[in-house]
């Protein structure tokens, strides 16, 4: 039988960078997994990221849907689409405001016999852990019934910080284990068991926010993407792009994070979508982004 874990957290705690070194540990075991990326909007995008770590057929983009509800019946009729493997896991990175309680519930209800009851892994952002303002209820959501808790974004976080965190998140979850994700042993997650803990009523529409994407002409410099970032309003809790700076031939990708940290990396390969600026939050609307790009480029 093949185990399902699902990787669950708020909007730019580290799900991805979580994923990216499971997949790495895997990948010198005997362990064959199969992802499932589930975001608003340009899923594909993120999953281009994988290709030096996976076959393109064991990976697979789920972009408009939440999967914790209108999604919901997409994500299980994909699961149970997957080809059998010999020592198959199944890993699924929901979106960041993704009702984690709900997908757990209903993610287990028609899945085939082959597959063991579906088991969820949370990533905190140390750092910023209920400090969202009307977010924390979601936040707080997202580890009730987990079975593993990953500490993420430790770096520069006192050892006090990291103890609030602990207790913060016992007094939620008391049954979850809670470790980093260097202490993270990739043999026994397979041999996780569901969480037992009860979790609490939550309005998940409340963090149906709007999202979009546009087209992102080639930009003059790296500047031009702190101008981007810098300009679209805090509202908007995540930012991401992807396009050429500079005349240069490879592709840049970038990111703000609600706390308004700004990454820039290498883009593996070209953008199958094409170059473009994604938002998540109020104030996601196509032509608000238009003016910002327009901004950064003069």
Request: with cysteine; charged share 25%.
């Amino acid at each position: 039988m093949e185990s399902i874990i699902t990787i669950v957290g708020f909007l730019g705690a580290g799900k991805t960078t979580l994923l990216k070194y499971l997949l790495e540990k895997f990948s010198v075991s005997e362990v064959s997994p199969y992802v499932i990326l589930n975001d608003f909007e340009n899923a594909e995008m993120d999953a281009q990221q994988f290709a030096t770590l996976l076959e393109s057929k064991t990976i697979k983009a789920l972009s408009g849907n939440c999967i914790c509800c209108n999604g919901i019946v997409e994500l299980r009729n994909m699961v149970n689409r997957i080809p059998e493997r010999k020592n198959g896991v199944t890993i699924i990175e929901a979106n960041g405001t993704s009702d984690a309680c709900s997908l757990m519930e209903f993610l287990g209800v028609g899945i085939e016999d082959r597959f063991f009851p579906p088991i969820q892994i949370s990533v905190i952002d140390v750092k910023n852990w209920q400090k969202r303002g009307e977010q924390n209820e979601l936040e707080s959501n997202q580890i009730q019934v987990s079975s593993l808790i990953v500490l993420m974004h430790t770096e520069g976080a006192s050892l006090q910080r990291q103890e609030e965190v602990k207790n913060s998140i016992k007094s939620i979850n008391p049954m979850a284990s809670i470790s980093t994700m260097d202490t993270i042993d990739i043999a026994l997650l397979p041999k996780l068991l569901p969480s037992q803990n009860k979790a609490q009523k939550f309005d998940h529409h409340k963090s149906h926010w709007s999202s979009c994407s546009v087209d992102l002409p080639e930009l003059p410099s790296v500047d031009s993407v702190y101008t981007i970032c810098d300009s679209l309003p805090k509202s908007i809790l995540r930012v991401k792009g992807c396009t050429r700076i500079n005349g240069e031939e490879s592709h840049t990708y970038f990111e703000r994070n609600p706390d308004g940290e700004v990454y820039i990396r290498p883009f593996r390969g070209i953008p199958i979508t094409g170059s473009k600026l994604l938002t998540i939050g109020p104030g996601s609307e196509p032509e608000n982004l238009k003016v910002v790009i327009e901004k950064s480029v003069k």
